[in-house]
């Protein structure tokens, strides 16, 4: 039987900061090429930590990190990384601000220029690309943002909570945008969250973490494209339940054990 060709790929990965106790511990995963893998769990559950791992932008004490089967032994070029907050520097123009993973490698051609304006317009930014962060809504921010991470063309997107700021109006739309947007490029996601019914309209397969630990995982067999009245479907609503209560009974067993 063929198996499906992956993109991230983590194997028996421990992380533990100095003396700390491990914060990722032996944590295996892979997600396929062009899948949306969603990592839920509570604060401090080691979910950051494991993006920054995946990202390269760690090294793991032990086990190993692949890329397309290449061993990650740095920050990867081929990844774009998408933070809580839009993380954009005021001083630039929008423009600037989706060029500067560009900008730090090279010198901007008018063609890089084109194609962020292009990017700009794929969500929902045409015209924006003057403007200054400061003029902008919160929503319009994160948009900028995934822009950035677009611009280079990335095989996989790391993303920290992308949307936890933003009023539900909002979240439902970059979500739809989001997946329009990985979906036609094919590009692999691991997409952390705290938001249940986030993960589940997002996901291929949502995880759970607990005390480092990938404690359960649920295959996400809703078709796609996702809509949003799928969040009112009982499948939906069962799915989300069910990893609550994974959540639920995981978090008591770890307290109990400490």
Same mark, same amino acid.
């Given at each position: ?33 062009? @899948? #949306?893998?969603? !990592? +839920? /769990?509570?604060? %401090?559950? *080691? ?5 920054? $791992?995946?990202? &390269? ?60 304006? @292009? #990017?700009?317009? !794929? +969500? /929902?930014?045409? %015209?924006? *690309? ?5 003029? $902008?809504?919160? &929503? ?65 397969? +949502?995880?759970?973490?607990?005390? *480092? ?46």
């Amino acid at each position: 039987m063929q198996t499906e060709p992956t993109f991230l790929t983590l194997l028996d990965v421990t992380y533990s900061y100095r003396t700390t106790a491990a914060v990722v511990d032996t944590v295996s995963w892979s997600i396929p090429k062009g @899948a #949306v893998h969603c !990592l +839920v /769990g509570r604060s %401090g559950c *080691g979910k950051t930590t494991l993006l920054k $791992l995946a990202a &390269g932008l760690l090294l793991p004490d032990t086990g190993a990190v692949w890329h397309n089967e290449i061993p990650v032994t740095a920050p990867a070029s081929d990844v774009g990384f998408v933070f809580q907050t839009p993380c954009l520097l005021e001083w630039l123009s929008v423009l600037d601000n989706v060029l500067l993973p560009i900008s730090l490698t090279q010198s901007v051609q008018k063609a890089d220029r084109d194609k962020a304006n @292009a #990017v700009l317009g !794929l +969500v /929902g930014l045409e %015209g924006y *690309g003057y403007r200054y962060p400061e003029q $902008l809504s919160g &929503g319009q921010q994160s948009r900028v943002a995934l822009a950035r991470a677009l611009i280079t063309d990335p095989a996989c997107l790391l993303m920290d909570e992308p949307f936890a700021a933003l009023d539900a109006l909002t979240r439902e739309e970059l979500q739809d945008d989001f997946l329009h947007l990985v979906h036609a490029h094919n590009t692999s996601v691991l997409f952390v969250t705290h938001d249940i019914p986030e993960a589940v309209y997002l996901g291929d397969k +949502v995880a759970v973490m607990e005390g *480092g630990k990938i404690v359960s995982e649920t295959p996400i067999s809703l078709n796609r494209p996702r809509r949003p009245d799928l969040k009112y479907n009982d499948q939906f609503n069962i799915l989300c339940r069910n990893i609550r209560g994974a959540m639920a009974a995981r978090h008591t067993r770890h307290r109990g054990a400490a």
